[in-house]
């Protein structure tokens, strides 16, 4: 009796054993044929991953002319799990930095994340970017990534198209896209139609070599993704007409809006004082916005829409037609200006002839 029980508990731990085991190759080849993440997480190390941006829609007036497009930037990222021992010396003064700046970047970098990029020095010219390129090998951990920056080939309509600034915290919070260093709009349609405008990210694999060169994509591109460009806008504006506008309004303090009657269409939307859009593109981008802001003309407030003011001789035309439809005056009456007037109805003009 004690034999067979003896040999009923031998079996059912055999049993036990024969199926955790089965269950750990079954396992050991799931995660080693069928599961390829974990191949691509144990190659890490070798494997920089590079985030592909879409370009920006263009915007066009109603004309079919075009108003905003994008110009090749570069931005150095920088990994800091893999910044390595270096002279920052010669690094800082391939980049044209001071010491302090790279202490406060990389600082800056490390409490975003150690294992993730981020942007180092944003929105490099293509002629700087041509300098450095061929020296960064030198320097591991850091390496640029192309982006696009904002052109205005007029430069008028500034509130109105608005700019493109760098995500903050709230923005990125808010929205899953966003990732440190990214551009969003930050005002006037830029920021309006900023999903329709910002298009979608891709993805790029490549293999990197222990000297921080790429040696190519890897697995020939496989798990790469392609960018989908953002959507372009067409504007009710009139190009032309919103410059001769502008011209019109130089050295003045003012608004005008020109609308299509018949659809309600904004043909020219003008405040002044203004300022060139291309003021806000770039690495100035936040120097002369503290100088805009700091003009004592406002030329950042649009008077179109903010500013208040009275009706003025504007409404004398509605009191015309209210005069001509009531038959109390005709096409031929006339008025004498007796002078200036004060309260309650001011007229600070002596015309001294008859008013038709």
Do not use: W
Request: glycine share 8%; aromatic share 10%; proline share 4%.
């Amino acid at each position: 009796m004690i034999n067979k029980n003896l040999s009923g508990r031998k079996r059912v731990i055999i049993l036990i054993f024969s199926i955790v085991a089965l269950v750990f190759i079954v396992k050991l080849f799931f995660l080693q044929v069928v599961d390829q993440s974990y191949k691509l997480s144990s190659q890490n190390n070798v494997l920089r991953y590079i985030t592909q941006y879409p370009a920006r829609g263009k915007i066009y007036d109603r004309k079919g002319e075009l108003m905003v497009y994008n110009e090749a930037a570069f931005d150095l990222l920088v990994v800091p799990q893999q910044v390595k021992s270096m002279d920052t010396t010669d690094f800082c003064g391939l980049l044209g930095v001071s010491e302090e700046l790279f202490k406060e970047r990389l600082q800056k970098a490390r409490r975003y994340s150690r294992y993730r990029p981020s942007v180092f020095l944003e929105q490099i010219s293509k002629e700087d970017y041509g300098f450095v390129a061929e020296k960064l090998y030198q320097f591991p951990g850091f390496y640029f990534q192309a982006r696009t920056l904002r052109h205005y080939p007029k430069p008028i309509a500034a509130h109105v198209l608005g700019d493109v600034g760098e995500v903050n915290r709230s923005n990125i919070d808010k929205d899953a896209y966003y990732t440190s260093g990214d551009y969003i709009g930050k005002s006037g349609i830029e920021r309006f139609y900023e999903k329709e405008l910002r298009g979608k990210k891709g993805l790029k694999i490549v293999m990197v070599d222990v000297y921080n060169r790429e040696k190519g994509s890897f697995q020939d591109g496989r798990y790469d993704t392609l960018p989908v460009s953002g959507s372009d806008l067409i504007l009710g504006l009139d190009a032309n007409l919103q410059q001769y506008g502008e011209a019109l309004m130089q050295g003045k303090t003012g608004s005008i809006v020109a609308i299509e009657p018949g659809s309600g269409e904004i043909l020219a939307l003008i405040t002044s004082p203004s300022f060139n859009p291309n003021l806000l593109v770039g690495r100035v981008r936040g120097k002369n916005y503290n100088a805009l802001q700091a003009d004592s003309l406002k030329p950042l407030l649009n008077r179109a829409i903010s500013g208040s003011y009275p009706p003025g001789s504007t409404f004398k035309m509605v009191n015309a037609l209210v005069a001509l439809q009531s038959g109390a005056i005709t096409e031929n009456t006339q008025f004498s200006c007796q002078g200036k007037l004060s309260r309650p109805i001011k007229c600070t003009h002596d015309h001294n002839t008859p008013l038709a």
